[in-house]
């Protein structure tokens, strides 16, 4: 199978580390935001960007398909 | 009319209501072994998106996630971080399985693993495994059956009349109807499920606390530790965050069912763009948690806090609520059950005992013994959940534990030309040994890991050593089916 594109790679690892590997640094209650608490606040707001960063990774992952292959 | 009747009522009507849009769709079909499993590979972007919602908001999600909200606290928040990192593993791994489907004819994950590493006796073991991990899983969904009969009865209905009643219907449904009617009954059933996570997400905080901000106020100056890991728990602390969630999101295809739903899909790219967008579905989780951390201050002592979604709804809402919410609750339970309960009993027919037991049987006989299946897995689940009492989130965590002993050879399989068969299933029986022995001897978490990612650890290291030491002799089956794999692109 062909590899990722590295870039696809890197904005897939983004998601990873902030809900992830950052888990020390946003797990706690204050500030709360919209009344939530920092914690789930965090994980929310990444759950809405982890689309658009998979998007971003889409489009690379499109641009880099050979002209014959069949697009959709 | 009692509460109780009403509410039943209310629950079995919508029941009726799935199984009816699911046997409709399985009318004026000629049910062969490929229509039934795969549903004759031609979904498009919004089946298979409805086919594998269906499948990760279960019983768990509805009561598992909101129950260890209520008891456990802080450490719940992992499910919102695996399951959105799930699909973005899904983006690298599924299209490429797609592709190999169709080039090959696939129809199950162990088809995969017989196509890829040409050893009938790995993608055996493939099947083992992931049948054993099933019955945790499904024992899940039937309890879940139970625990909402019981309390939507007001505690007139017992839980073992109620679980027997569910996998009879279960069996029935399966029986019918296939792949295809789950696909459709998983529409009813993510309405409902929508409309009641946002109306008990909302309802009950503004009820008892004016609002969801209020309530999370109360809920940080009465039990401040509650909000943050480790919890009301002693050992679930930020390196076992990190642990499960990595093992669950790793895991999440790898189970026989998600892997199977790809080959339904169109084309890869449909599988893609799903990965994109899977991710806002988690979202719905976030109302059912509020429900959970609302039942610790307006319920506090429940001993079993599966029940602290649904007994929170019954003190708040009337009685026909109550009714909706169980019946989103059980068609949540009834979907992704039969789904298990297909996979499995198709794994069984069609990779375990076919390829080596019985290699005449036609299709037609593997789709029949397939049926039978059914029914003997709906038998062993039912008895296994009738003589349990373990959590909900522990029955998923216990199935996670064991399919994702297939990642190794799966992402390795896919993207590394020098792994082999003996290495992956050498390391697989590693990771599932690993696994079972730490959690019987009740070493999960060990140093504060989860004992399944210790477990894919190790079997990690297994197979790249074990394929850089064994190389494949030319013209053996393994480097055939390797070479035509890469000639797959």
């Known amino acids: 199978m062909r590899k990722p594109a590295p870039g696809a790679l890197l904005l897939a690892l983004i998601p990873f580390v902030t809900m992830c590997f950052a888990v020390p640094l946003w797990d706690r209650i204050e500030p709360m935001v919209l009344g939530l608490p920092f914690n789930l606040f965090w994980l929310i707001a990444w759950i809405v960007l982890t689309p ?11 641009a880099r398909r050979t002209p014959g292959e069949r697009l959709p | ?32 072994l490929e229509q039934w499993t795969v549903g004759g590979r031609g979904f498009g972007v919004v089946l298979i998106f409805l086919l594998m919602a269906g499948e990760v908001y279960t019983t768990f999600a509805f009561l598992g ?12 928040l992992y499910v919102l971080a695996y399951l959105t990192l799930a699909y973005v593993v899904s983006f690298f791994i599924l299209p490429q399985i797609w592709e190999v489907g169709r080039k090959h004819g696939l129809q199950t994950q162990s088809d995969f693993f017989l196509v890829r590493y040409g050893s009938k006796y790995l993608a055996g073991l493939v099947c083992v495994v992931g049948i054993i991990s099933f019955v945790p899983y499904l024992q899940l969904q039937i309890t879940g059956v139970g625990i909402i009969v019981s309390v939507a009865s007001y505690d007139g209905i017992g839980r073992t009349p109620a679980m027997v009643g569910a996998v009879v219907l279960l069996v029935a449904f399966v029986f019918a109807s296939g792949v295809r009617a789950v696909a459709w009954v998983s529409i009813v059933k ?19 606390f004016g609002g969801i901000a209020p309530m999370f106020a109360a809920l940080a100056h009465a039990r401040p530790a509650h909000l943050t890991m480790p919890g009301a728990t002693a050992n679930l602390g930020h390196a076992w965050f990190v642990s499960t969630v990595l093992l669950t999101s790793f895991g999440f295809y790898m189970w026989p069912h998600g892997f199977g739903a790809t080959f339904t899909a169109k084309s890869a790219d449909t599988l893609r763009r799903n990965a994109v ?15 959970g951390f609302a039942a610790v201050l307006v319920l506090p002592g429940l001993s079993n806090g599966d029940l602290a979604l649904l007994t929170v709804v019954r003190k708040s809402f009337p009685p026909w609520f109550l009714g909706v919410v169980g019946g989103a609750g059980a068609l949540t339970a009834m979907v992704p059950a039969s789904i298990f309960i297909l996979t499995a009993a198709t794994l069984f027919a069609k990779n375990l005992y076919r390829p080596l ?6 299709d037609d006989q593997v789709a029949r013994l397939a049926r039978a299946m059914v029914i003997v897995l709906g038998l062993i689940s ?8 373990t959590s909900l989130v522990s029955l998923l965590l216990t199935g996670y534990a064991g399919v994702t002993q297939f990642f190794p050879g799966v992402v390795l399989g896919l993207y590394w030309k020098r792994v082999t068969a003996p290495a992956v299933f050498v390391g697989m029986i590693a990771g599932v040994v690993a696994a079972v022995f730490l959690m019987l001897s009740h070493r999960d978490p060990l140093f504060g890991l989860s004992a399944g990612f210790l477990a894919l650890c190790l079997n990690f290291l297994i197979v790249i050593g074990l394929s850089l030491l064994t190389t494949a002799p030319a013209g053996d089956a393994a480097t055939a089916a390797a070479d035509s794999w890469s000639e797959a692109r």
């Open chain 2, 357 to 362: 037991l019985a290699p005449t049987m036609t």
């Open chain 2, 65 to 76: 996630a909101s129950g260890w909200a209520y008891s456990r606290g802080g450490p719940v």
């Open chain 2, 190 to 208: 993510d309405v409902l499920m929508v409309f009641a996570a946002l109306a008990i997400g909302i309802g009950v905080p503004s009820m008892h």
């Open chain 2, 1 to 32: 009319m009692s509460p109780a009747v009403l509410c039943l009522s209310t629950i079995l009507g919508i029941v009726a209501l799935g199984t009816a849009v699911g046997f409709l769709a399985g009318v004026h079909r000629r049910m062969d």
């Open chain 1, 52 to 62: 658009l960063c998979m998007w971003a990774a889409y489009r690379l992952e499109r």
């Open chain 2, 382 to 389: 039912l008895s296994l959940a009738v003589f349990s009492t």
């Open chain 2, 277 to 291: 967008v899977m991710p806002l579905y988690t979202l719905t989780l976030v109302f059912i948690f509020f429900a």
